[in-house]
């Protein structure tokens, strides 16, 4: 099959690999339809985050179950989404329901260091593959991942209908964030420092059903609007302008992955102010049959900019500006198999 993988010098290549195979009574092959390119994916090609040598890459998946094992429910042709927050059911973390710390993680997590979606199949076992409700279409289904990861952050935040979240970077993942908040009743403003981001994501968030209001905004003027109750930072270094734009006894959520990331805070501030920082990481499972529930109702497509063939991955990288060149789309998702 063709793939797309990390190599030695950090960059994404086509090359061919064998068709992965079941190995288990409860495993599943995918036919991938097409793949979103997450934060996670950019930070690994840019230094940021790290992966494994030689890994397919791409996690979040949507496609067509091609085979199944003797013992699983699903049915070839099934249209599906992969949760690929993968874990092992059997250790403490696990036993405790936090599958989301499951501590047999090293080797399982799809597209860093066990093989992904950006390619023609994926296997994986049953119990991380979801068949879509009737009707959905793949470029929403393809987002319901990163709502998963949204919806997590907003559980940890503890965020109440009616109050304010500030949201730093317009990346889908802030996209999706406020999209999600404003169906949820809170009032969102929306800060990001490019002028094309926060243009696009005007037009993305324009008009929703949300009844509650909504503000894009540049970091400066948001310095000057009133604190908001929660901060959620999808950038991931901006842990220093959160604690400058959350209330009093406000929360903070770091939500964005840059392992080079470093900040000075203080303390007292913190502690004088009442202030929570929480980090919420991964999703749980359960997380995420809620997300493609919530995903009925959020015009998820909407953040889907551009859909590039696996065999042109460079236009899609530099889609996302790796490479030197700024953002030029917003999800940018790699078409293994066009089914639309
Ligand atoms: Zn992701
Ligand atoms: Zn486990």
């Keep these: 099959?063709?793939?797309?993988?990390?190599?030695?010098?950090?960059?994404?290549?086509?090359?061919?690999?064998?068709?992965?195979?079941?190995?288990?009574?409860?495993?599943?092959?995918?036919?991938?339809?097409?793949?979103?390119?997450?934060?996670?994916?950019?930070?690994?090609?840019?230094?940021?985050?790290?992966?494994?040598?030689?890994?397919?890459?791409?996690?979040?998946?949507?496609?067509?179950?091609?085979?199944?094992?003797?013992?699983?429910?699903?049915?070839?042709?099934?249209?599906?989404?992969?949760?690929?927050?993968?874990?092992c059911s059997a250790c403490p973390q696990c036993a405790a329901a936090r599958f989301n710390h499951c501590v047999n993680k090293a080797g399982t997590e799809?597209?860093?260091?066990?093989?992904?979606?950006?390619a023609d199949y994926i296997v994986l076992p049953e119990r991380f593959v979801h068949r879509l409700p009737d009707g959905m279409t793949w470029d929403r289904a393809v987002v319901v991942e990163p709502l998963a990861c949204v919806l997590n952050n907003l559980d940890a935040a503890s965020i109440v209908p009616g109050e304010r979240v500030t949201v730093l970077g317009a990346g889908p993942i802030g996209l999706v964030t406020a999209m999600a908040a404003l169906h949820l009743g809170s009032g969102v403003v929306l800060v990001e420092t490019d002028p094309f981001r926060r243009e696009l994501a005007t037009k993305i968030l324009h008009d929703l059903p949300a009844s509650t209001p909504l503000t894009v905004t540049d970091p400066d003027a948001a310095v000057s609007a009133p604190r908001a109750r929660t901060v959620i930072d999808t950038v991931g270094s901006l842990l220093d302008t959160a604690l400058r734009l959350v209330d009093t006894a406000g929360t903070v959520v770091i939500m964005g992955f840059d392992d080079r990331a470093r900040v000075t805070v203080e303390p007292l501030d913190i502690l004088r102010r009442g202030l929570r920082v929480v980090g919420a990481g991964d999703?749980?499972?359960?997380?995420?049959?809620?997300?493609?529930?919530?995903?009925?109702?959020?015009?998820?497509?909407?953040?889907?900019t551009h859909r590039v063939p696996l065999d042109e991955h460079e236009r899609a990288l530099e889609l996302i500006?790796?490479?030197?060149?700024?953002?030029?789309?917003?999800?940018?998702?790699?078409?293994?198999?066009?089914?639309?």
């Design 1 to 87: 099959m063709r793939a797309l993988t990390l190599a030695a010098n950090g960059t994404l290549v086509r090359t061919e690999r064998p068709d992965p195979q079941l190995t288990g009574p409860d495993d599943v092959r995918v036919r991938v339809v097409q793949t979103g390119i997450c934060g996670t994916d950019r930070g690994v090609l840019t230094g940021k985050f790290p992966a494994e040598t030689g890994v397919v890459m791409g996690h979040e998946a949507v496609g067509l179950v091609d085979q199944v094992g003797s013992a699983s429910r699903l049915a070839p042709g099934d249209r599906v989404v992969i949760n690929p927050t993968l874990y």
């Design 110 to 118: 799809v597209g860093l260091d066990r093989d992904g979606s950006f």
């Design 283 to 304: 999703y749980n499972a359960p997380s995420f049959p809620r997300a493609l529930a919530l995903a009925k109702h959020l015009p998820l497509e909407r953040i889907v």
């Design 321 to 340: 500006g790796v490479g030197g060149h700024g953002y030029r789309g917003a999800k940018v998702v790699i078409v293994s198999n066009d089914e639309q």
